[in-house]
T-cell receptor
């Protein structure tokens, strides 16, 4: 079974600084999808970024980028120029590359942004 | 974009009663709906997967008789917590698969007193 591990229960960053959230996963499959979701205090799940395993290029969405290391099964999220609105719980998630696939979530990392 | 509307957003019920949570896909057809439970500051735990027109698939350890899931149409999936008890108090979230992504409902906070 696939597992996703986020080893940082909590992280903090100063406004305008950069922070990296870690995620590792375990799978025997070669093709899959990885996601980072943000859950702010409203608890609405928001997609931050998505990565297809077959793509070597790291995904980027504005201030958010990932470092995808397939061999190491690592998928970290870098937030640049952190803003107060980035404060949230962040989840790393894995999904098999099939026509139907459930998400497997990591434990989550609570990110605090200090002004 | 695709939206899943989840209602109610919060509910308080008495122990022993049943509560129904609805998730509607507003502008797309949701063949598959996932139901999660989340405790404070914890991750989302998948409870079950519902497919339109067929029985739901429950994760190990989830009581199917307590958490009844119905997916009668391509736009509506419901979760009914039967004979609720205080330990069922939690945050419940639905999610629909859309292509190779997902859209989530806004969640339901259930408190059983």
């Amino acid at each position: 079974a696939q597992t996703v591990t986020q080893s940082q229960p909590e992280m903090s960053v100063q406004e305008a600084e950069t922070v990296t959230l870690s995620c590792t996963y375990d799978t025997s499959e070669s093709d899959y999808y990885l996601f980072w979701y943000k859950q702010p205090p409203s608890r609405q799940m928001i997609l931050v970024i998505r990565q297809e395993a077959y793509k070597q290029q790291n995904a980027t969405e504005n201030r958010f980028s990932v470092n995808f290391q397939k061999a190491a099964k690592s998928f970290s999220l870098k937030i640049s120029d952190s803003q107060l609105g980035d404060a949230a719980m962040y989840f790393c998630a894995y999904r098999r590359s099939t026509s139907y696939g459930k998400l497997t979530f990591g434990q989550g990392t609570i990110l605090t942004v200090h002004p | 974009g695709a939206v899943v509307s989840q209602h109610p957003s919060w509910v308080i019920c008495k122990s022993g009663t049943s509560v129904k949570i609805e998730c509607r896909s507003l502008d797309f057809q949701a063949t598959t709906m996932f139901w999660y439970r989340q405790f404070p500051k914890q991750s989302l735990m998948l409870m079950a997967t519902s497919n339109e027109g067929s029985k739901a698939t429950y994760e190990q350890g989830v009581e199917k008789d307590k958490f009844l899931i119905n997916h009668a149409s391509l736009t509506l999936s419901t979760l009914t917590v039967t004979s609720a008890h205080p330990e069922d108090s939690s945050f419940y979230i639905c999610s629909a698969e859309l292509g190779y992504g997902y859209t989530f409902g806004s969640g339901t906070r259930l408190t059983v007193v």
